[in-house]
């Protein structure tokens, strides 16, 4: 039976169980992935795996079962299990499925999926050829430097959302992946960075040279680390780490986070975060994006919009049942935000913009409080001064208030990094507290 088959099926068969309404979830990807360290390769790892989510609704009162087997006897016990704690479960009159007049009637090719001919002997190819591309750079500098671990991941993935108000939508997409992880010493002290890359389409992952080459310099950049003192001083996150203070806005404006009253933007709504300038854009039909949908996890059809516009919250991130909580109508968020766009608003080199502060490279910890928005994390990157980097710094602590960093923002770059579903460049932060000696 094919997949879209089974999930009929099943819907057909809670319905006639006693189900009001019922959704399904099924799912399936493969993936192979290797990894090397010390020019030998350590693991090369298969995986394969299938799963079906069923949630039953019988009036306003929910259950749901999962199996990780498909056959006929699993996916039974799957909706016995479902209805009988659907059977047990208090009403919530925010529950049920979303209306159909919202469901998603509009399938995009979103090239999100791309054959693939390689086998491990490529892999191990490209892991090697990275490892080495590292090490002669150092040696070319002579410095020394061990690649601790270079990693090259492919997977692909299938799934379907069906409900019983007739709607069925099928996804199907690929994801790759490659790292290098080096480490170098300096006056007997160690110092660890990496570099990465990750596309839709193997043919356009970077060359392992180039992900090797600077994972390299990233890491001899790093020796000879210093402290400095406490101070307040202007920050400029790197697009790596950028993306980031985004994905705290995020947290915060998410339905579930809204409805728990557990966000620091609860009352935010229409209020100038940002300056004027600055504007987010959600597009969830870009072309092999890493987060391009026609439909969200409810199957309501997703669409384009400026979350933020000059500057202001103009929306929520809604899934049917937090709008439902909210009093408010689904965003087509379920599942998340979709592919975001800042826009640089400067063409200049923001470290000489700068003049003087902190270039903030890799943040650690978890001092990001989204109900109250107080940011505290563990920093490290370089010292600016005279529009130049100085030296490499660590141990540090940069903390603020969510709020007043995104009011303080000066700049957004144009060094996009695209690595990932939110894309920006590096952003500078008027001023922020610097915890060192």
């Given at each position: 039976m094919s997949?879209?088959?089974i999930v009929t099926k099943?819907?057909e068969?809670?319905?006639?169980l006693g189900?009001?309404?019922?959704?399904?979830v099924?799912?399936?990807?493969?993936?192979i992935?290797?990894?090397c360290?010390?020019?030998?390769?350590?693991?090369?790892e298969?995986?394969q795996?299938?799963s079906?989510v069923l949630?039953v609704y019988?009036g306003?009162?929910?259950?749901?079962?999962s199996?990780?087997?498909?056959d006929?006897?699993?996916?039974?016990?799957?909706i016995?299990?479902?209805l009988?704690?659907?059977?047990l479960t208090?009403?919530?009159?925010a529950?049920?499925?979303?209306?159909?007049?919202?469901?998603?009637?509009?399938f995009?090719?979103?090239?999100?999926?791309?054959?693939?001919?390689?086998?491990a002997?490529a892999?191990?190819?490209w892991a090697?050829?990275a490892?080495q591309?590292?090490v002669?750079?150092?040696s070319s500098?002579?410095?020394?430097?061990?690649v601790d671990?270079?990693n090259?991941e492919l997977?692909?993935g299938?799934?379907?959302?069906?409900n019983s108000?007739?709607?069925?939508g099928e996804?199907?997409g690929?994801?790759?992946s490659?790292?290098v992880?080096?480490?170098?010493?300096?006056?007997?002290v160690?110092?660890?960075?990496y570099?990465?890359d990750?596309?839709?389409?193997?043919?356009?992952?970077?060359?392992?040279?180039e992900v090797g080459q600077?994972?390299?310099k990233?890491?001899?950049a790093?020796a000879?680390?210093?402290k400095?003192k406490?101070c307040?001083?202007p920050?400029?996150f790197d697009?790596?780490?950028?993306?980031?203070l985004?994905g705290h806005m995020l947290?915060?404006i998410s339905?579930?986070?809204?409805?728990?009253?557990?966000?620091?933007?609860k009352?935010?709504?229409?209020s100038?975060?940002?300056?004027?300038w600055?504007d987010?854009?959600?597009d969830?039909?870009?072309?092999?994006?890493?987060?391009?949908r026609n439909?969200?996890?409810?199957?309501?059809?997703t669409h384009?919009?400026?979350?933020?516009?000059?500057?202001?919250?103009t929306?929520?991130?809604?899934?049917?049942?937090?709008?439902?909580?909210?009093?408010?109508?689904?965003?087509?968020?379920?599942?998340?935000?979709h592919?975001?766009f800042?826009a640089?608003?400067?063409q200049?080199d923001?470290?000489?913009t700068?003049?003087?502060?902190?270039?903030?490279?890799?943040?650690m910890?978890?001092?990001v409080?989204?109900?109250t928005g107080?940011?505290s994390?563990?920093?490290s990157?370089?010292?600016?001064?005279n529009?130049?980097?100085?030296?490499?710094?660590?141990?540090?602590?940069?903390?603020g208030?969510l709020k007043?960093?995104?009011?303080?923002?000066?700049?957004v770059?144009?060094?996009f990094?695209?690595?990932?579903?939110?894309?920006t460049?590096?952003?500078?932060?008027e001023?922020?507290t610097?915890?060192?000696?």
């Amino acid at each position: 039976m094919s997949q879209t088959g089974i999930v009929t099926k099943v819907l057909e068969t809670v319905k006639r169980l006693g189900a009001t309404a019922a959704e399904v979830v099924y799912s399936e990807g493969d993936g192979i992935s290797v990894s090397c360290r010390d020019h030998e390769v350590e693991t090369i790892e298969n995986n394969q795996d299938k799963s079906l989510v069923l949630t039953v609704y019988k009036g306003y009162s929910k259950g749901s079962a999962s199996t990780a087997i498909i056959d006929d006897e699993s996916l039974n016990i799957t909706i016995e299990k479902a209805l009988a704690i659907a059977a047990l479960t208090e009403e919530d009159e925010a529950a049920g499925l979303a209306d159909a007049s919202i469901l998603c009637n509009d399938f995009k090719d979103l090239q999100i999926f791309f054959d693939t001919d390689v086998n491990a002997d490529a892999l191990i190819e490209w892991a090697l050829t990275a490892s080495q591309a590292a090490v002669d750079v150092a040696s070319s500098e002579n410095q020394q430097l061990v690649v601790d671990e270079s990693n090259i991941e492919l997977g692909s993935g299938y799934s379907i959302y069906a409900n019983s108000n007739g709607f069925i939508g099928e996804k199907r997409g690929t994801n790759v992946s490659a790292s290098v992880v080096a480490i170098a010493e300096h006056q007997g002290v160690m110092e660890r960075e990496y570099w990465w890359d990750a596309v839709r389409d193997l043919s356009r992952l970077a060359s392992p040279q180039e992900v090797g080459q600077i994972a390299a310099k990233r890491t001899l950049a790093r020796a000879g680390c210093r402290k400095i003192k406490s101070c307040k001083a202007p920050v400029l996150f790197d697009p790596s780490v950028a993306k980031g203070l985004l994905g705290h806005m995020l947290s915060a404006i998410s339905g579930s986070a809204l409805y728990q009253e557990a966000s620091f933007l609860k009352d935010d709504l229409g209020s100038q975060l940002f300056p004027e300038w600055f504007d987010l854009k959600e597009d969830p039909f870009v072309l092999s994006g890493f987060a391009s949908r026609n439909f969200d996890a409810d199957g309501v059809q997703t669409h384009q919009r400026n979350i933020i516009d000059q500057g202001v919250l103009t929306g929520f991130l809604l899934s049917v049942y937090s709008a439902r909580r909210l009093g408010l109508a689904t965003t087509g968020n379920a599942g998340g935000a979709h592919n975001l766009f800042v826009a640089s608003n400067t063409q200049d080199d923001l470290i000489r913009t700068m003049n003087k502060g902190l270039l903030v490279t890799s943040l650690m910890g978890q001092g990001v409080n989204t109900v109250t928005g107080d940011y505290s994390r563990g920093a490290s990157g370089f010292w600016v001064e005279n529009g130049e980097i100085q030296f490499p710094v660590n141990e540090l602590t940069i903390a603020g208030h969510l709020k007043t960093m995104f009011q303080r923002l000066v700049a957004v770059g144009n060094d996009f990094d695209r690595r990932s579903k939110i894309q920006t460049g590096s952003w500078l932060i008027e001023e922020m507290t610097i915890a060192g000696d």
